[in-house]
């Protein structure tokens, strides 16, 4: 075996023990995150059963993280990711990736090109938010959640109005188009227009332009005082 055979040999075997490497540290602070967070509950059933009375901001607090439903969510989200690098390790070869951005309002899709597992590992290391799965053509998918933004789209074409069954609304376009893309709650229009002036109920009737997240959320603001009472609903139903 010449010098170029040695060489080709060591790099196939580096080339296995870095991602080796690199997916047992993701998994041992995986683990660490888990164990840190029953260690936590842990605690917190001790704090909460000693008959010495903490004091209420600390008892609110620590009652607030005991139910916070996050940490389910993160547990989902662990075992979700372990699946997703199980599998990733297993392929061999190039894979077709593609990036998918959720925004407040709004979704990107676009195409990254083929990767090795190398590559996604990468890609995933340059944004540890990213949270990746396989589709059923066996295409991967990178996806992150930005909560604090509107995609490019919305910003050039959303509108916040009401439907027909009085529910605010957000479309994709003016409200005519009927394109909706979310549905936020049923509105008591007749409080509303009581108490609100009559061009800016004119004004939702017509679609309010919403171009980035600032409008966004102060129109949901302002009109969330006028949402129906859902038990109030059912309590006249009956």
Known sequence: MDIFQIRKLWRKRWKRWRRAIWTCSLFIGIGLLAFSGNQLTERMKELLTQDTHPAPIALETLLQLQIDPQAEQQADFTEEQQQFMKTLNEYQGQMQVHLRTVYVCGVEEKSLGLHSADGIYALMNQNPALRGSFDSEGEVWLEEAVADDLSPSCKEQAYISVDQQGNLTLFDGPPEKDKVIQTFFQLDI???????????????????????????????????DYARDLAEDVMKAH
Do not use: A, K
């Open 190 to 224: 007749g409080s509303m227009e009581s108490s609100l002036p009559v061009d800016v109920v004119r004004q939702l009737q017509h679609g309010i332009r919403v171009q980035d997240i600032e409008e966004y959320n102060s129109v949901l603001s302002t009109f969330s």
